[in-house]
């Protein structure tokens, strides 16, 4: 009988609600437990499992549902791999050139029915990119968003209109070991606390 190397879905899955933070109070353990580990394979990733993430980000809120989202992706090992790899700055391609998926993400300014300007289209777009990051991180898979890249050179090469903003690159993979970073990178490879509530809540009005 031959055995599969390969995790289920099912496996990944609760491997993903296994706790790794502490929290002091109650969440879900998937929000708890995703961060933006580097390491990655370099094994590519089936279409259905890159459209169900994209599928994830379409599902996430937006003022009036105008989903003002936008996501150029290329995968590993086709002719569109490298546009999207030359906008990374040097120190993210160290790590981003063993990811399966780049992907840019980009919002629409106006809404659609009326082309008035949107105040919450990067909002909307950044809700669309947790839904994503969750959905990846169900799998166990790396989604890691970043700003390390050109935005400009990404305007021209992507053909990008002026009427969206870019917001960021996002690199996807499956997990690889720390030690495939460099030294410098495998220090920083470990999931990160957050700031206390009391620093990031203010009830009635604002305050320092």
């Given at each position: 009988?031959?055995?599969?190397?390969?995790?289920?879905?099912?496996?990944?899955?609760?491997?993903?609600?296994t706790?790794?933070?502490q929290?002091?109070?109650?969440?879900?353990p998937?929000?708890?437990?995703?961060?933006?580990?580097?390491?990655?394979?370099?094994?590519?990733l089936d279409?259905?499992?890159?459209m169900?993430?994209f599928e994830?980000?379409?599902?996430?809120p937006?003022?009036?549902?105008n989903?003002?989202?936008r996501?150029?992706?290329a995968?590993?090992?086709?002719?569109?791999?490298?546009?999207?790899?030359?906008?990374?700055?040097?120190?993210n391609?160290?790590w981003?050139?063993?990811?399966?998926?780049?992907v840019v993400v980009?919002?629409?300014?106006?809404?659609?029915?009326?082309?008035?300007?949107s105040?919450?289209?990067?909002?909307?777009?950044?809700?669309?990119?947790?839904?994503?990051?969750?959905?990846?991180s169900?799998r166990?898979?790396?989604a890691?968003?970043?700003?390390g890249?050109?935005?400009?050179r990404?305007?021209?090469?992507?053909?990008?209109?002026?009427?969206?903003?870019?917001?960021?690159?996002?690199?996807?993979g499956k997990k690889?070991?720390?030690?495939?970073?460099?030294?410098?990178?495998?220090?920083?490879e470990?999931?990160?606390d957050?700031?206390?509530?009391?620093e990031i809540i203010?009830?009635g009005?604002?305050?320092?």
């Amino acid at each position: 009988m031959t055995i599969s190397i390969d995790k289920s879905i099912e496996q990944e899955q609760k491997e993903a609600t296994t706790t790794i933070r502490q929290s002091p109070y109650k969440i879900n353990p998937l929000i708890l437990n995703r961060w933006s580990q580097r390491s990655m394979t370099g094994e590519e990733l089936d279409d259905d499992t890159i459209m169900s993430l994209f599928e994830a980000a379409r599902w996430a809120p937006s003022s009036y549902n105008n989903q003002p989202w936008r996501f150029i992706y290329a995968k590993r090992n086709t002719a569109h791999w490298d546009k999207l790899f030359n906008l990374l700055a040097e120190l993210n391609k160290v790590w981003a050139k063993n990811a399966a998926v780049l992907v840019v993400v980009i919002a629409s300014k106006n809404f659609e029915q009326n082309e008035k300007y949107s105040i919450t289209h990067q909002f909307d777009a950044g809700a669309a990119w947790e839904n994503l990051a969750l959905e990846a991180s169900s799998r166990g898979l790396v989604a890691h968003g970043m700003q390390g890249f050109d935005y400009e050179r990404a305007r021209v090469d992507l053909q990008i209109p002026d009427n969206f903003d870019i917001m960021a690159m996002i690199a996807i993979g499956k997990k690889g070991a720390k030690d495939n970073l460099p030294p410098q990178l495998q220090e920083r490879e470990h999931p990160n606390d957050r700031k206390p509530l009391t620093e990031i809540i203010m009830e009635g009005q604002f305050r320092k």
